[in-house]
């Protein structure tokens, strides 16, 4: 244990959190967390023991369970399961694609079934391929040219923007939207590039939706990889009348019982008061979930362990959420917003994390109940632990509902350049995670929760 640690911890003990400046604590909390923390070894066992946990699997009901006493394992008082009906979409067999040249060679591709998409015959999908840059060229090619063919979404990240995250939200719709709106003229399937500028043959999968007010048809829908998609782009170029065959084995069963899990320390002043921190403990099943979103899940769940060794007593209930089916229906944050509305719980802020274990950056943080403002007043005590920036804004999937409610959003920013190149792969594994960085995000939120309980708006 390092000196500082030791001196600070004393600090503590013998005179109180309300003695004890605000630096000293956030020290005292961030020697912890780069000395004691488990935010590393809940990662490795989430990510690795556990199989693959999309939502409605047997791999999801153990994550559920190991949650639960992770929690409890952290100190919580008291851990309950809230129930959520959730989709139960399965990957079925190996996805594969080719098309053959002009040599009749098979030339194959690295693709991925989104999530909720049906899937083709069992002996494959073949047609004419068109590539379609923007749903403005889609609309203007219309049902004479799109008809009976497959169309490949072909829309690249815009590097003009400094964050990914602003990239990713531009081209989404086409992963989402498209296959319904390339339906609507007839299109009998749709792929679209990965939803990244990394150039390797890791496609991204992600949720899909069929919109039945635009077509009633449902198409299946698939994503290429960045590298495959150049190299298609290549046999398009020398065979504009290119034939491609797509087999996907995915398909939606009846929907399943599952949980959030919810843990939480009482307030010793107002313990009807709640302060939340939360990820979502669903991941795609192509590969480990560890960036998305298993680091937010243990950061939330070592809040409760950060409260308890530093035998902080807080003034609010600390609550810490492990939210389910965050990637394809948000039916966790649905029946979390549902079950505050009913029981008319007051949370006084919901941070939540869910953009990678990488280090620190900045805090979004909305205006409700002058969050932001007060957040702002914290800068130079947080500028020491890589916090470069607070904005205005605030907000996450599971989250976002209780906004209705008036609650305080909280988004949680650590550097997203490399975020990209992970998301929804194959290659979001447990390797891919800096155990310092992890820790160093966890004790930013850690801390800013304390601000937030002590301090307050």
Request: glycine share 10%; aromatic share 10%; net charge positive.
């Amino acid at each position: 244990m390092q000196k500082r640690y030791i001196i600070s911890f004393i600090l503590f003990v013998k005179i109180g959190v309300a003695q004890v400046s605000d630096s000293t604590m956030l020290r005292t909390i961030f020697d912890f967390y780069l000395t004691k923390s488990n935010c590393y070894s809940n990662l490795e066992y989430l990510s690795t023991k556990i199989e693959s946990r999309l939502s409605g699997s047997p791999g999801a009901a153990k994550a559920v369970s190991w949650a639960k006493q992770a929690m409890y394992d952290s100190g919580a008082d008291t851990v309950y399961l809230q129930p959520c009906m959730v989709p139960h979409w399965v990957r079925g067999r190996k996805e594969t694609c080719f098309t053959k040249n002009s040599k009749n060679k098979v030339i194959d591709y690295a693709i991925c079934a989104l999530g909720n998409s049906i899937g083709t015959p069992k002996k494959g999908l073949s047609a004419q391929i068109i590539e379609i840059k923007n749903y403005k060229e889609l609309d203007s090619l219309g049902e004479k040219n799109i008809k009976g063919k497959i169309v490949f979404f072909n829309v690249y990240f815009d590097h003009k923007h400094l964050s990914t995250g602003a990239c990713y939200g531009e081209t989404v719709t086409y992963r989402y939207a498209g296959p319904s709106r390339a339906a609507k003229y007839g299109a009998v399937g749709s792929i679209v590039r990965s939803m990244s500028s990394i150039n390797n043959d890791f496609p991204h999968t992600g949720v899909m939706g069929y919109d039945t007010s635009v077509c009633k048809t449902k198409i299946p829908a698939c994503a290429i990889s960045f590298s495959s998609a150049d190299k298609l782009l290549q046999e398009l170029k020398e065979n504009p009348q290119l034939n491609i065959t797509i087999n996907m084995g995915c398909e939606m069963l009846a929907d399943e019982l599952s949980y959030n899990v919810v843990g939480e320390i009482k307030g010793s002043i107002k313990p009807n008061e709640i302060i939340l921190a939360g990820g979502h403990l669903d991941a795609w099943d192509n590969g480990q979930g560890a960036h998305d979103d298993g680091a937010g899940v243990v950061q939330s769940i070592e809040v409760l362990n950060m409260f308890k060794t530093l035998h902080i007593k807080p003034q609010h209930t600390i609550r810490a959420v492990a939210f389910m089916n965050e990637e394809n229906g948000g039916a966790g944050g649905k029946a979390y917003f549902e079950n505050t509305k009913k029981n008319n719980l007051k949370h006084i802020a919901a941070l939540e994390s869910d953009a990678g274990g990488f280090s620190p950056r900045g805090i979004s943080v909305d205006t409700t109940l002058g969050a932001f403002k007060k957040t702002l007043g914290w800068a130079s005590l947080l500028d020491p632990y890589f916090v470069q920036y607070i904005t205005q804004g605030g907000g996450g999937a599971d989250i976002n509902p209780l906004k209705k409610l008036g609650v305080p959003l909280i988004g949680f920013q650590p550097d997203g350049q490399k975020y990209f190149d992970y998301h929804h792969t194959s290659d979001d594994t447990f390797d891919k995670i800096s155990k310092r960085e992890l820790e160093l995000s966890a004790g930013v939120i850690g801390g800013l929760l304390f601000l937030i309980d002590t301090r307050g708006w």
